[in-house]
């Protein structure tokens, strides 16, 4: 017999702010995919730079092997702007101790497999994060051509 379901948010009113949070195209995101495009770059979105790894960056450049990745300051723990949770606070700091964790980690995966990791707080200006990604993808393009000849 299963059992009905329920749910692990604290009230009633924090299960809406939580089904509020988007997994991807939020505000910031978009703001950073719209810097990256007006610099004439084209990535793809949404996309596991190793299909093997379930992990998904935000902006992928595949011919780099460049993964841009949009972190939250909560969901990640910025050093800046993190604020501890009030209510159920120790389940919210194992929370964000494994988001760094796997961040770590898939840092690491990439390296080894030869990708270039971008990482990217929500509060950064998109502006110049773009101008960074830029940056890094064109010196990559760059050094990817000489290398070729």
């Not at 990745?69 to 700091?93: R, V």
Request: include cysteine.
């Amino acid at each position: 017999m299963s059992r009905p379901y329920e749910p692990w948010a604290s009230s009633a009113d924090v299960r809406v702010r939580m089904q509020g949070n988007r997994s991807r195209d939020t505000r910031p995101e978009l703001a950073l995919r719209r810097a990256v495009h007006a610099r004439g770059l084209r990535y793809r979105v949404g996309v596991r730079p190793l299909p093997s790894l379930r992990r998904t960056a935000d902006l992928v450049f595949t011919r780099c092997k460049i993964a841009v990745f949009l972190d939250g300051c909560f969901w990640h723990g910025c050093p800046e702007h993190h604020s501890l949770a009030a209510t159920n606070s120790s389940f919210w700091a194992e929370k964000v101790r494994k988001n760094r964790d796997r961040d770590a980690d898939t840092n690491r995966r990439l390296a080894d497999a030869g990708w270039l990791v971008i990482r990217i707080w929500e509060h950064e200006d998109p502006v110049i994060a773009a101008e960074r990604v830029s940056a890094l993808v064109m010196e990559r393009r760059k050094k990817q051509r000489t290398s070729r000849r």
